[in-house]
């Protein structure tokens, strides 16, 4: 018993469950909302989270990664002072995007297009209600509390499950009683970690300037690396949007969501990746960096493989499962939805070597690489997406269109890391990977054999 506690409480183990805990909390919401809602309304829902996602990057990928860096391992007095700092960052970059949606919020009507006048008249209030947990997460993250990260991320998720449930039994589903419940949930979470005591907003006049400035010089490119995958969601759902219609983003929502098979442990070993890499970068240890890196990289690809198998002979239940019975195993939806799946998880194999070389490249002090490198994918991801739509006319030419960016993304880093930072190579990454697990395995097999 001992033993098993001890391994609940491994950091990587609950950041795994953390990540995994709410994504698949944030499944089952997927499901209730694809049976509830019609398709089109559907799409207008998940335009508004990819246009969210997005904006919100600017405020958590900028300080995130940032905080996170300079927090861990600082002395207490200089641990108030970055979260001062940080606090004061964050709350300038919400008032920002307050004041921008304000004209929207006044007059409803400005906007015809319903999907964008949803997104934005709404995502300023998000901003605000989220600041105190938004913060508090990564406070969490920095002093490596990922049980207490559970706790809030959980706590959002769960809130709002039950209130989409409340609405559906009274009756009162529509899009805007959804937005309503959706910010009473996040209102509540912070209310929670401001009695919690576990933002830290009253360290915010310790602040200063010149750690705000150092802040602010390393989190302006910090904000490539964690921008990356919003924003090519973001032009696809706009370019499906306005080309192909809200339905069809329900439709290409409903093929991604099966791709939280990688993304559970992408998310969760990335952020246990920073702090790990950092250590071994401060201490000037070059070869086991890369060697950590590749880790990382060949571990989670060789666990990927099998679940996105099954995943790919599955495609068409699942579909069904998730999405009701608008996406019939036979119909056009479903069957569209689980072609998306299929493509998507072919390519997603490249995804592990994009985010943590990207991790690494932030790790050396070279956070504007990711920025140009995030630069360069967008412009190739929108003229991939947009030529292949045109030419295909379809979901297809989206999901085709995506596959170059992750390409060019994998190359970039991987030249960039040669050059700034220790030749090596990447034909062995798997085979490290290998290693990493049957190590573990053995391990963990030998401790059940002496139990």
């Not at 019609?38 to 799409?43: C, E, L, N, Q």
């Not at 979470?189 to 390393?218: A, D, N, P, Q, W």
Request: proline share 2%; glycine share 6%; with cysteine.
């Amino acid at each position: 018993m001992n033993r098993f506690t001890k391994k609940l409480k491994n950091i990587y183990v609950q950041s795994l469950f953390g990540t995994g805990g709410v994504s698949i909390l944030s499944f089952i919401l997927s499901l209730i909302l694809f049976r509830i809602l019609p398709a089109k309304d559907i799409g207008v829902w998940f335009f508004f989270q990819a246009s969210l996602a997005f904006v919100d990057t600017f405020r958590q990928g900028f300080l995130t990664t940032t905080f996170v860096k300079f927090y861990s391992g600082s002395s207490s007095d200089r641990r108030k002072e970055i979260l001062g700092s940080t606090w004061y960052i964050a709350t300038v970059i919400t008032a920002t995007f307050l004041i921008i949606s304000l004209p929207f919020i006044i007059n409803t009507h400005y906007i015809k297009d319903h999907t964008l006048n949803y997104f934005l008249r709404n995502f300023g209030i998000y901003m605000t209600v989220s600041l105190p947990m938004v913060i508090a997460m990564c406070v969490c993250q920095g002093e490596l509390q990922f049980d207490k990260l559970l706790y809030i991320r959980l706590c959002q998720v769960s809130l709002l499950i039950v209130l989409v449930l409340l609405l559906y039994a009274t009756e009162n589903v529509t899009l805007n009683n959804l937005m309503y419940v959706n910010l009473i949930s996040v209102f509540l979470t912070s209310c929670l970690v401001l009695l919690k005591g576990l933002s830290g907003v009253k360290y915010f006049f310790r602040r200063t300037k010149s750690c705000m400035k150092e802040l602010i010089t390393f989190g302006k490119y910090t904000v490539g690396s964690s921008i990356s995958t919003t924003l090519f969601n973001l032009t696809n759902t706009y370019l499906i949007n306005f080309f192909l219609g809200s339905a069809s983003v329900g439709v290409y929502n409903l093929g991604c969501r099966l791709m939280e098979i990688v993304e559970i442990p992408l998310r969760s070993f990335v952020a246990t990746a920073l702090p790990s890499l950092s250590k071994l970068y401060n201490e000037k240890n070059k070869g086991k960096f890369i060697e950590v890196m590749k880790q990382y990289i060949g571990s989670i690809t060789i666990v990927l493989l099998p679940f996105l198998l099954i995943a790919f002979i599955f495609a068409d239940v699942a579909m069904k499962i998730i999405g009701g019975n608008q996406y019939d195993i036979g119909t056009e939806n479903g069957m569209t939805a689980a072609n998306i799946f299929r493509i998507l998880a072919l390519y997603s194999l490249f995804y592990p070597l994009d985010r943590f070389m990207a991790v690494a490249i932030d790790v050396i002090h070279k956070p504007e690489i990711n920025f140009i490198k995030v630069l360069i994918m967008l412009i190739v991801n929108f003229i991939a997406c947009l030529i292949a739509v045109h030419v295909l006319g379809n979901l297809y030419g989206i999901v085709i269109g995506s596959i170059f960016p992750t390409l060019v993304a994998v190359f970039i880093s991987y030249t960039s890391l040669q050059k700034y930072y220790i030749k090596f190579n990447l034909y062995d990454t798997l085979l490290t990977g290998y290693h990493l697990l049957r190590h573990v395995a053995i391990r963990n097999y030998k401790q059940l054999i002496v139990k």
